[in-house]
């Protein structure tokens, strides 16, 4: 859909879920209730809320272990790489172009490094940084995320006479966290699946630090909430893009995890995400409980991320 007529006539798109995912067997599953129910605050309130957390991921990580022991040390990107170019091979290319997005250029950068031969093509969009794999990325994503979420609240406050969220991006946010804490003490219930916490409502807010078009619906879902109490709009949104899917999330955490290792000590994770919350607020202790598994999980990752790059590969366009 995103690629042009003549362009797409140019090649053989191919698509693949990658092992572990959809249609790969085995589907990872490790606890399909994960996000069915009502979960805690991402935010701990003190350090019993936050012992709670720790135990879910700690629990995460045992469930996964005690399902997949087999599998999971060969959850890896390099892992996904190699399966990338046994496509390669069965479709009878030399050769193959590669587009990828966001995680999707970490596999391109490992494929290419991997393969570089096997590399006709390559286009990275929205390029993984291959030194801070994965631990500190996902610090770095937390600023970035802050800085898209301000960007939001200074445009819903251009708009205010439609919205009614504030006229400064400062009153702008003061709304949105006004509608977060009512959510975190009475949850919107819907007709299935867990009420709209402040963990679903944050979830619904990440998809607007990946695409500016879908501002006008989120401000509306807010304002909307805020000023009648109608949850429609943001139940709606919801399942459309804020849902989790606990198969995308174990294969996610399977996948980052073997990669390369990850500090043990829930302490450093503590420490790190409070630096991060007192300027980053909105996806700092979210990142860390999506993330936090790692902590415990069972395979112990190389030291030190995969070196990427190698010699005689064509140009690669990094966007």
Not at 55 to 64: F, I, L, P
Not at 127 to 143: F, H, K, R, S
């Amino acid at each position: 859909q995103g690629l042009s007529r003549a362009l797409a006539a140019r090649y053989d798109i191919i698509g693949f879920d990658t092992r572990g995912v959809g249609s790969s067997v085995p589907a990872l599953h490790c606890d399909p209730a994960f996000f069915a129910r009502e979960r805690p605050n991402y935010i701990p309130g003190n350090g019993s809320a936050e012992q709670v957390l720790i135990g879910r991921a700690r629990s995460y990580a045992a469930d996964c272990q005690k399902k997949y022991p087999g599998v999971l040390p060969y959850m890896t990107t390099a892992n996904i790489a190699r399966d990338m170019d046994q496509i390669r091979a069965a479709a009878g290319q030399r050769k193959l172009s590669y587009l990828g997005y966001s995680y999707g250029t970490y596999i391109g950068q490992v494929y290419a490094t991997l393969f570089p031969q096997r590399v006709h093509r390559m286009v990275l969009d929205s390029t993984v940084d291959p030194t801070g794999v994965w631990y500190a990325d996902n610090i770095a994503q937390d600023y970035a995320f802050q800085g898209r979420m301000n960007a939001f609240f200074a445009w819903a406050a251009r708009y205010d006479r439609v919205y009614h969220l504030g006229t400064t991006a400062s009153a702008v946010s003061q709304s949105w966290y006004q509608a977060r804490a009512r959510l975190a003490a009475h949850p919107a219930a819907q007709a299935s699946g867990p009420g709209i916490g402040p963990d679903e409502f944050d979830d619904t807010f990440v998809v607007g630090g990946y695409d500016d078009g879908y501002w006008p619906a989120l401000a509306a879902a807010a304002a909307s909430y805020l000023h009648s109490g109608a949850t429609s709009q943001l139940a709606t949104l919801f399942k459309q893009v804020g849902k989790q899917n606990e198969n995308e999330f174990a294969v996610y955490n399977a996948v980052e995890c073997a990669d390369v290792a990850w500090p043990r000590s829930w302490a450093k994770w503590n420490a790190d995400t409070r630096k991060v919350y007192s300027t980053a607020p909105f996806e700092a202790w979210d990142n860390a409980w999506f993330n936090a598994a790692c902590a415990f999980w069972p395979v112990h990752g190389p030291a030190k991320p995969m070196r990427i790059g190698a010699a005689g590969l064509p140009g690669i366009l990094m966007l």
